[in-house]
């Protein structure tokens, strides 16, 4: 007999003087005001998506304030793109439209209490200047992150090894206890970095069902996990950084290749955003894609399968990838990685050089 553990879903980490419950955000009344007490992004996802758009003329008629104890917003996500929030460079913020709309960003703040009232709430902050501040708002979304459900199971009582709440696991996801596995969120490798992600969960299980039935089972290369973020303009990541990649000995090469140049974009009116394409020099691999613009959650799923495949730069330079259409972006970025980026001109090629030229749209000087 075999038990399989599973939770796709963490709990919330406590905030000082928040309730334990919510009203869901979708079916609450409009607000005028709304706060996130982080920057990830399920904040930047629900600042997206708040009651007070719904239904107006004005796109963003709330004022999302993302207070995160990081410097960044958005920090995995928004640096595989480098893109910067408005403590470390002034245009950054404009990454998403409900930062560039009627917004203020607190990065390297922290929520210290919280109060609720039948009106609002306020929110005590402490800034990173160190001084104190009491905002009153409508709502306050608490993003601070998750936790494994663990609590009540009597893990420990039959002998599985927890970290932290987390239950230990060997990469094909069996525990300490033999005849038990675990997978999802609840799990932990012993370093820090699984991913707490819903398709990552569902990938988990089913290598899990498969060895448990006999069949032959690998372990998942959380390298070619791909990560979304749904805010405006969308931003997709799978694979290495730049960074990454340099960390861990390639020889590094890039190409980048804005949305704004393409047909479709232009006709769709959205034309924010590139993508960017991570590779190694030596042996043409293709190592990391990753894209902020239009349809970027739905586009990284070629950079997946690409990287699934141990694809080269060039194997992505003779796909033809259909006119118009976004997807041209990655097409064209594998060009740009081998410096041949065909529909551009020696204006556009500097394009991201300027971060202020790059996302208004505009060839930098």
């Known amino acids: 007999m075999h038990s399989t553990l599973s939770h796709t879903r963490g709990t919330r980490r406590p905030l000082p ?5 919510a009203t869901p955000y979708s079916t609450a009344r409009k607000c005028s005001t709304w706060i996130t007490s982080n920057g990830g992004a399920l904040a930047c996802t629900a600042c997206r998506n708040c009651p007070a758009s719904a239904g107006t003329q004005q796109k963003r008629a709330c004022s999302g304030r993302p207070l995160g104890a990081a410097s ?19 245009w950054s913020c404009q990454s998403c439209s409900w930062l560039r709309s ?16 039948a009106d ?4 005590e902050i402490l800034l990173a200047d160190g001084t104190t501040k009491t905002i009153r708002t409508d709502y306050l979304l608490v993003a601070t992150g998750r936790g494994p459900v663990t609590t ?14 987390y239950i230990k696991v060997d990469t094909l996801f069996r525990t300490s206890v033999p005849g038990i596995s675990a997978v999802g969120d609840v799990i932990t490798f012993g370093a820090p ?24 089972s690998r372990p998942i290369n959380y390298d070619h996990v791909p990560g ?4 405006d303009p969308e931003i997709g990541s799978v694979g290495l950084t730049e960074a990454e990649a340099t960390a861990r000995g390639f020889d590094v090469r890039v190409g980048t290749f804005p949305f704004g140049v393409l047909g479709r974009a232009k006709m769709a009116q959205e034309t924010d955003g590139f993508v960017k394409i991570v590779a190694d020099r030596k042996y043409d691999e293709l190592l990391g894609v990753h894209m902020i613009g239009p349809r970027s959650t739905e586009l990284v799923a070629e950079a997946t399968v690409a990287l699934r495949l141990e ?11 259909a006119h118009p259409t976004f997807a041209e972006a990655i097409g064209e970025a594998a060009h740009a990685t081998h410096g041949a980026a065909i529909h551009s001109c020696a204006a556009t090629r500097g394009y991201l050089q300027t971060p202020q030229a790059a996302w208004r749209g505009k060839p930098s000087a």
């Open 228 to 231: 979304c973020t749904y805010c």
């Open 311 to 321: 694809s080269t730069v060039e194997e992505l330079i003779r796909t033809i990838h």
């Open 72 to 90: 960044r917003i958005l920090t995995s996500e928004r640096e595989r793109v480098k893109w910067r929030a408005r403590t470390v460079s002034p």
């Open 152 to 165: 009540g199971l009597n893990a420990e009582g039959v002998g599985l090894q927890i970290e932290k709440g």
């Open 193 to 216: 970095g699984h991913p707490q992600l819903a398709h990552v969960s569902s990938a988990e299980g089913i290598i899990t069902a498969e060895r448990i039935a006999g069949q032959e």
């Open 17 to 21: 003087g928040s309730p334990r419950t």
């Open 120 to 123: 609002g709430v306020d929110v």
């Open 102 to 117: 009627d917004s203020d960003c607190h990065t390297g703040a922290r929520v210290t209490a919280a109060k609720a009232s």
